[in-house]
């Protein structure tokens, strides 16, 4: 059973990066059927989008985020990170790392989430 | 604003048949499987559907379908454990990016 398991820092200082890892396990981040990535939920809002990377490093970021977010991946780890720089209040939310189909960048399976509060 | 649009609220009694919706354009819907994604108590999202596939584990009571640029998850035989927050997404190849829509929120009487 594959299992995505986020870990990182739950509370930043505003102006300061956001960094998170997620580990995979029950199966290879180096498949070449699907896609791996963040999406966050602020507090009482929907779901969205971060970026998405595939193994071989490609990468799509959500056009509000992309000037701030770098997704990358370590292929022997079986993990992959974000890094969300020059962070405010409203990058607060509950940030979840997934794996999408290649086909439809639908997400199969979902890690169990990780609160970040951006707070001085 | 959501790039996918799904009701905010829809409501059904134990045992009845409902169905969610969720309509893009022909850039995501139109050109891509949609993904429908369970939120319990604003817990991690569980995928109950991608594209017409069900998940290992997904009561078959939970179905897939799309017409155009709608896309629509029905429950047949509605159940109290099914009320939830529940999302679409798929990939936007304008916008080379995932979209979700907003949510709808099923409440079960």
């Known amino acids: 059973q594959l299992q995505l398991q986020e870990s990182g820092p739950g509370l930043v200082k505003p102006s300061e990066t956001l960094s998170l890892t997620c580990t995979v396990s029950?199966?290879?981040?180096?498949?070449?059927?699907?896609?791996w990535g963040w999406v966050r939920q602020p507090p009482g809002k929907g779901l969205e989008w971060v970026g998405s990377?595939?193994?071989?490093?490609?990468?799509y970021y959500n056009p509000s985020l992309k000037s701030r977010v770098t997704i990358s991946v370590d292929t022997s780890k079986n993990q992959f990170s974000l890094k969300l720089n020059s962070v405010t209040a409203a990058d607060t939310a509950v940030y979840y790392c997934?794996?999408?189909?290649?086909?439809?960048?639908?997400?199969?399976?979902w890690g169990q989430g990780t609160l970040v509060t951006v707070s001085s | 604003q959501s790039a996918l649009t799904q009701e905010a609220s829809v409501s059904g009694t134990v045992g009845q048949k409902v169905t969610l919706s969720c309509t893009g354009n022909?850039?995501?819907?139109?050109?891509?499987?949609v993904g429908w994604y369970q939120q319990i108590s604003h817990g991690a999202p569980k995928t109950v559907m991608f594209?017409?596939s069900l998940p290992s584990g997904i009561p078959d009571r939970f179905s897939g379908s799309k017409s155009g640029t709608t896309a629509s998850l029905t429950i047949s035989g509605l159940q109290p454990e099914d009320e939830a927050d529940y999302f679409c997404?798929?990939?936007?190849?304008?916008?080379?990016?995932?979209?979700f829509g907003g949510g709808t929120k099923l409440t079960v009487l």
């Open positions: 997934a794996r999408l189909l290649y086909s439809s960048r639908s997400v199969d399976y």
């Open positions: 029950g199966g290879s981040i180096s498949s070449s059927s699907y896609y």
């Open positions: 990377i595939y193994y071989s490093g490609s990468t």
């Open positions: 022909s850039n995501n819907i139109g050109s891509y499987a």
């Open positions: 594209g017409n």
């Open positions: 997404s798929t990939w936007d190849y304008s916008l080379s990016a995932v979209v």
